[in-house]
């Protein structure tokens, strides 16, 4: 599979973070185009196949924002506010266009981790 996917998990609750908004941009230098945005599904992935396919994925940098602060709302945690973790961006660079890039993202309402998945 070539292409760009991503899947979210909270690991404050175990479970897949549903209902996250992530918008995906090109940068351009620090200049950043929204080429869309989506929401995961109860897996705590995007739902149609990869975000990124076909013609659209390129070489170049891309970022990821995880709208995190309206998820951990949404899921009645108590933080404080502002909230430690808002937007997370994820910046990162795409060097062939031939492979599959995953991004995934291990939150909770004070810490994140991410790295380039299978």
């Given amino acids: 599979m070539t292409g760009l996917t991503t899947?979210?998990?909270d690991t404050a609750l175990g479970r897949?973070?549903?209902g996250l908004r992530i918008q995906l941009m090109r940068?351009?230098?620090e200049e950043a185009?929204?080429?869309k945005t989506i929401f995961t599904n109860d897996d705590g992935r995007v739902?149609?196949?990869p975000i990124l396919v076909g013609e659209e994925?390129?070489?170049g940098q891309y970022e990821l924002l995880f709208h995190a602060?309206?998820?951990l709302k949404s899921q009645n945690m108590a933080l404080s506010d502002p909230p430690f973790l808002d937007v997370i961006p994820i910046r990162f660079g795409i060097s062939d266009p031939q492979a599959h890039y995953h991004v995934p993202l291990l939150l909770s309402p004070y810490g994140y981790s991410t790295?380039?998945?299978?």
Avoid: Q, T
């Fill in 7 to 9: 899947h979210v998990l």
């Fill in 16 to 18: 897949p973070a549903a």
């Fill in 27 to 29: 940068m351009k230098g």
């Fill in 33 to 35: 185009e929204l080429i």
């Fill in 47 to 49: 739902d149609g196949g």
């Fill in 57 to 59: 994925f390129r070489v």
């Fill in 69 to 71: 602060g309206d998820y």
């Fill in 115 to 118: 790295y380039r998945g299978s």
